[in-house]
């Protein structure tokens, strides 16, 4: 597609679920990025990708919260056994560079919206 | 620690003045500098950088700002604002090699 897909956009989990957040990048990035935004805040750095190899997670909050990107394309985001402090945004970001992103600006998708109840 | 700072949780500027969004930041070595902007609903929009050279970079929109080494900041600027431009806006720093870190945002109103 002509831009980041992020699936679903809307997510309502009871406390305990676990929840699987989809990101479709812009064909070709080599980079790719999750980022989470709770309410009011700025997005706050969880993983990257660099093609497949998972190179940065040290911004996953606690084990409950794992990534994959197996194919250096789509990746997911998982949160098993959801707490209401989870509820936020989750923004997937791609870019054509290696290097984190290089010099080159970062390409949003609209983000997944979770609240848990 | 690496940290970016957007003093002002919102400024408000009438439409057709000017308007500036302040951002300071804390980073080591030369990061690159960018400015992004989200509607209600909506991901993040690119509006600029700076990566190097002319320290007044413009961008989308309109939409410029300067960076200023000596006070490591990269305020955002608008000389004439239009009500369409209200929105919440992001400061992010990247290093080199590193993530992109941002601000707690700043939401612009900008009022008829």
């Known amino acids: 597609g002509a831009g980041v897909s992020q699936s679903p956009r809307y997510k309502v989990a009871k406390r305990g679920q676990d929840v699987a957040l989809r990101c479709d990048p812009i064909s070709g990035h080599v980079s790719l990025f999750w980022y989470q935004q709770a309410l009011g805040q700025g997005p706050e750095f969880l993983t990257y990708?660099?093609?497949?190899?998972?190179?940065?997670k040290s911004g996953l909050p606690s084990d409950r919260f794992f990534a994959e990107r197996p194919e250096g394309s789509v990746s997911t985001l998982k949160i098993q056994r959801t707490q209401q402090e989870d509820s936020a945004v989750y923004l997937c970001?791609?870019?054509?560079?290696?290097?984190?992103?290089?010099?080159?600006?970062?390409?949003f998708g609209e983000g997944s919206r979770l609240t848990v109840l | 620690a690496q940290s970016v700072a957007q003093p002002e949780d919102q400024v408000n500027v009438a439409e057709g003045n000017p308007l500036t969004v302040k951002c300071t930041y804390s980073v080591s070595g030369n990061p690159y500098l960018f400015w992004y902007v989200q509607y209600p609903n909506r991901g993040l929009q690119f509006l600029l950088k700076?990566?190097?050279?002319?320290?007044l970079v413009k961008g989308s929109y309109g939409f410029e700002a300067e960076f200023n080494k000596s006070q490591t900041s990269f305020h955002l600027k608008k000389p004439s604002a239009l009500v369409s431009d209200s929105a919440l806006y992001f400061c992010a720093v990247k290093p080199w090699t590193g993530k992109l870190i941002f601000g707690q945002g700043t939401t612009l109103q900008v009022k008829p």
């Open positions: 990708f660099q093609n497949e190899a998972q190179l940065d």
């Open positions: 970001a791609s870019s054509p560079n290696r290097l984190a992103g290089g010099r080159e600006e970062l390409f």
């Open positions: 700076y990566i190097t050279g002319d320290n």
